[in-house]
């Protein structure tokens, strides 16, 4: 049972830059398909980005493709999301999410139930 714990929301201007991390207290974290989700005030979960076992292939929301980045590190059982370029319309609530499957679809990776373990979330706010 893998538990996950983000850090590194805070407030930053338009244009600014943040990194999330999310640390799993797994020694399996390898095994782990990695994700991010948001949610904005008022608003339901979105997908933010993912990434496989070996940190080779990424997904990401079209709203954040090219500002956002996905990483991790299995040596310290830790996956990133480095944020440039802020927006204001990016303040939300950031979770980080990990799935055990070994089967899958492409399409399951950017729903909110393939992922089984959740972190409590960081709050990131844009301001402009």
């Known amino acids: 049972q893998v538990h996950l714990v983000e850090s590194g929301g805070g407030l930053v201007q338009a244009g600014g830059s943040l990194r999330l991390s999310c640390a799993a207290s797994?020694?399996?974290?390898?095994?782990?398909?990695m994700g991010w989700f948001r949610q904005a005030p008022g608003k339901g979960r979105e997908f933010v980005a993912a990434?496989?076992?070996?940190?080779?292939?990424?997904h990401y929301a079209d709203s954040v493709r090219g500002r956002l980045t996905i990483s991790r590190d299995n040596a310290k059982s830790v996956a990133y999301l480095q944020m440039n370029t802020l927006r204001p319309e990016d303040t939300a609530v950031y979770f980080c999410?990990?799935?055990?499957?070994?089967?899958?679809?492409?399409?399951?990776?950017?729903?909110?139930?393939?992922?089984?373990?959740w972190g409590q979330g960081t709050q990131v706010t844009v301001s402009s």
């Open positions: 999410a990990a799935a055990d499957k070994t089967l899958y679809e492409a399409n399951e990776i950017y729903e909110l139930n393939f992922y089984r373990h």
């Open positions: 990434i496989d076992w070996q940190g080779v292939g990424t």
């Open positions: 797994d020694v399996s974290f390898s095994n782990y398909i």
